[in-house]
């Protein structure tokens, strides 16, 4: 009994960590001298019928418990063997959105994750996915003839990609600004087109836009904003809310009827002093 149990542990430890269900493991490594093994996580990417994915149905590998050290580069390079790979994307948590993204730009990227992500790897083939399932490892992330940076190399290597060129930065800015101008200038014609032309059920569309078009707003204008806002939230002011401002208010009030009856008696005793005896 105690040969047998010997037997089973030092299978487990062979076998490596079990993976969650549904998902095969694969063993991967930075570099040879590296003993332990870290597991890449991969499945079949699908979703339920009727939902739209942008990511294209049975040829999509779905990978979890990425590295941070893997890079795109790096992690379609461990999975050409299984097939052509035409594009790798790392993201944070898995996506959820339906509607196609938009091409990113090289120069306005967001921020490197820094922990573990996911990555969505597309083959050519439905059977890339399938022999990626079945691979064994355990696969080298950095080897010689592709070396992976790390450490001080790789935050070098980070800050000269970090520096952009001036020229090519704004060719691409402009690119851009024609492409927005364009659609822009599209959306207004075909506004235009659509405005007072009923649809399809009889309804007109109306836009706010008047004959006249609306002037930018000055600085006097700015300022009188402003002021107008200030006096609203002055009025909507608590007052007289804690008992000390009932006192206050009222040891005002007090004082403002002893001032003015002062005055009233004063302006009595002049009327009185101007005041003549005229018996006829």
Known sequence: MVARRGRRSARGSDEGIPSPPGYSAIPVKFSGKQQASHYLYVREHRVREGTKSSWPQKRTLFVLNVPPYCT????????????????????????????????????????????FQVAYVVFQKPGGVSAALALKGPLLVSTESHPVKSGVHKWISDYRDSVLDPEALRAEVDTFMEAYDKKVAEEEAKAQEEEGVPDEEGWVKVTRRGRRP???????????????????????????????????????HLAQLRKKFEEDKQRIELMRAQRKFRPY
């Open 72 to 115: 795109e580069e790096c992690l379609s390079r461990l999975l050409s063997p299984c097939g052509p790979v035409r594009s790798v994307e790392l993201q944070e948590k898995p996506d959820l959105a339906e509607s196609p993204k938009e091409p990113q730009s090289k120069f306005f990227q967001p921020k490197p994750i820094p922990g």
């Open 214 to 252: 609306v002037l930018p707003r000055t600085e006097a204008a700015s300022l009188r904003v402003l002021e107008r806002e200030r006096r609203k939230r002055a009025r909507k002011e608590l007052l007289n809310f804690y008992a000390w401002q009932h006192r206050e208010t009222k040891m005002e």
